[in-house]
T-cell receptor, first 113, second 108 residues
Framework: NAGVTQTPKFRVLKTGQSMTLLCAQD?????MYWYRQDPGMGLRLIHY???????AKGEVPDGYNVSRLKKQNFLLGLESAAPSQTSVYFC????????????FGPGTRLLVL | EDQVTQSPEALRLQEGESSSLNCSYT??????LFWYRQDPGKGPEFLFT???AGEEKEKERLKATLTKKESFLHITAPKPEDSATYLC?????????FGTGTRLQVFP
């Protein structure tokens, strides 16, 4: 099993450009999450999904959109990137709710110039 | 406000020098306390979950304990390969709240 995978691993964007980050999991987990990790701050939840076709806002959802068209995939979109979105983005999944163990992907490092 | 605080921010140990990492939490209705290990450039890797005060879990040189206010990650006779950032996270009834981590460096 590959677990949780993320693409791309690294990306540089100019302010105003758009992009989509892809997360895939092969563990048949219901819940999937997108976090961002910034220096000096804990992981912060952007959006999450409790199942195929569902999404919900986390702590810091502004400037991001998500979609979960297939159970195994969770996409994070930036419609108009801003320098404040420079961060490392992690996808995670869990079998059921947020109280269960979350398994993380390797991360995507995003630099917005 | 629910909060998780980890200390120290950074810790340097000589190989074999045992120590403890602290995770203090202020969370209403704790449902679980998680410990993760994160290597540079990688995602967090699950270590332990603790659910109630007094509970302990062990894995190799690591032992996690939980009280009503804090959790400790004890590292016994660490090796250089234990160098990483250790994250804790508290689950309340609604969400998972992460601390900022302790960066551990173990020197031979």
């Amino acid at each position: 099993n590959a677990g949780v995978t993320q693409t791309p691993k690294f990306r540089v964007l100019k302010t105003g450009q758009s992009m989509t980050l892809l997360c895939a999991q092969d563990m048949n987990h219901e819940y999937m999450y997108w976090y961002r990790q910034d220096p000096g701050m804990g992981l912060r939840l952007i959006h999450y999904s409790v199942g195929e076709g569902t999404t919900a806002k986390g702590e810091v959802p502004d400037g991001y959109n998500v979609s979960r068209l297939k159970k195994q995939n969770f996409l994070l979109g930036l419609e108009s990137a801003a320098p404040s979105q420079t961060s490392v983005y992690f996808c995670a999944s869990s079998r059921q709710g947020r109280g269960e163990t979350q398994y993380f992907g390797p991360g995507t490092r995003l630099l917005v110039l | 406000e629910d909060q998780v605080t980890q200390s120290p921010e950074a810790l340097r140990l000589q190989e074999g020098e045992s120590s403890s990492l602290n995770c203090s939490y202020t969370v209403s209705g704790l449902r679980g306390l998680f410990w993760y290990r994160q290597d540079p450039g990688k995602g967090p890797e699950f270590l332990f979950t603790l659910y109630s005060a007094g509970e302990e879990k062990e894995k190799e040189r690591l032992k996690a304990t939980l009280t009503k206010k804090e959790s400790f990650l004890h590292i016994t006779a660490p090796k250089p390969e234990d160098s990483a950032t250790y994250l804790c996270a508290a689950h309340n009834t609604d969400k998972l709240i992460f601390g900022t981590g302790t960066r551990l460096q173990v020197f031979p």
